[in-house]
């Protein structure tokens, strides 16, 4: 299948020092298909008035942030182009990548201006280094893609979801608490599907479970069809941290069918209640606090519309300022944040009754990006009985 171009803008110094560096970048961009305009030296002298022009008229701006002017021994400044058209970027909301050389300031940059890696120049081509540079500009391009060319080029071409609504919530009864997960989609198929599709809920940070502990009680409940399809689970994991199960749609989907369905996953062990019972060194940083429960979805089908609503419960006594959303690209763990996707995310933190709802909504969620929040279990002492 053929690849959907986007059109970027590529800012970079025009130093024949930095030739190769720049070459290197696009080359990547290329093969990538994002197309990347004032990468010649012809636009050296481009005026800023055209160079906003040109920004305005991409859809994300590529940054090469290389050394310029030395600022100490350890220090450098990025060039002062590349600093104005980051600026010009910001100020259209334009979606932004920085590859940013090791020893270059970016302070007032982190936070702002979206997405940045690291590089060394003189370790460009090792394995490890080319291959995280071509994840972050490929992840960056499909951010850029629009819902349309999303559904079509992300992932498998056999179905799509018209939406996914994921609700997390902590209940309590008496003294108490359990997790309780519910994932409801539709499905909506391109193509004869026979496959099975798969479903899984799991502790990202397990905590010590007794030997008597329940294993997890999870259903599956079809809500309707363009047939009167029937789904047939085989569980391939099942403890009290954790389930896998395969899912076998009956008859199988032809071209334009469309099958609802929940599935919805409890336990006790999904994430630590009490402070007593994180372990210390299994922990996520987050603008620079630590926090050690995270949860939320990673989008595994290419996804029109996602919903995601967590509730704690006025006895457990979260507020507000506990919460913090995040996007991450994840691939076994979150390996950057992605704060220019959070904006797109539209986080809401509302209080109803004692109950805190936090509610996230995304259209064309990215694939194997963690939507989620992180929060602090609470010192049971203190919990509100």
Request: hydrophobic share 40%.
């Amino acid at each position: 299948m053929k690849s959907v171009a986007v059109n970027v803008f590529f800012s970079c110094s025009f130093s024949d020092e930095d030739k190769n560096v720049n070459n290197f970048f696009h080359s990547i961009a290329k093969a990538l298909e994002v197309n990347c305009a004032n990468v010649d030296t012809s636009h050296a002298l481009t005026p800023p008035a055209q160079a906003k022009q040109m920004i305005n008229d991409s859809q994300g701006l590529i940054a090469i942030c290389t050394r310029r002017t030395k600022k100490d021994d350890n220090e450098y400044i990025m060039p002062t182009a590349v600093q104005e058209e980051l600026t010009m970027a910001f100020a259209m909301n334009l979606p932004v990548l920085m590859f940013v050389e090791n020893e270059v300031l970016i302070d007032g940059f982190k936070s702002n201006y979206g997405t940045y890696k690291l590089f060394d120049r003189t370790k460009l081509k090792d394995d490890d280094m080319t291959y995280a540079i071509i994840k972050a500009i490929h992840e960056f391009k499909l951010m850029l893609v629009s819902d349309y060319n999303v559904l079509i080029d992300q992932g498998v071409d056999e179905f799509y979801a018209e939406y996914l609504y994921r609700l997390l919530e902590l209940k309590c009864s008496g003294d108490e608490y359990a997790w309780e997960y519910t994932n409801t989609k539709k499905l909506k198929f391109l193509k004869p599907y026979k496959k099975a599709l798969k479903t899984a809920a799991w502790a990202e940070f397990p905590v010590e479970v007794p030997s008597d502990a329940e294993v997890v009680n999870w259903k599956i409940i079809v809500h309707g069809g363009s047939k009167d399809f029937q789904i047939k689970e085989t569980v391939q994991t099942l403890t009290p941290l954790c389930f896998e199960a395969l899912m076998k749609i009956e008859p199988h989907p032809e071209v334009d069918d469309y099958i609802e369905f929940s599935v919805i996953a409890k336990s006790k062990y999904f994430n630590p209640l009490w402070l007593d019972q994180i372990d210390p060194k299994k922990k996520h940083n987050i603008n620079e606090k630590d926090y050690y429960c995270v949860d939320g979805t990673i989008p595994i089908q290419r996804t029109k519309k996602a919903i995601l609503e967590f509730r704690f419960p006025r006895e457990y006594g979260m507020i507000h300022n506990d919460i913090i959303p995040f996007v991450g690209s994840y691939t076994s763990n979150i390996d950057y944040l992605v704060p220019s996707e959070l904006e797109r995310f539209k986080p809401r933190i509302d209080n109803f009754a004692g109950t805190l709802c936090i509610r996230m909504e995304v259209n064309s969620p990215l694939l194997h990006h963690y939507y989620g929040i992180a929060w602090n279990p609470k010192n049971k002492t203190k919990a509100i009985a």
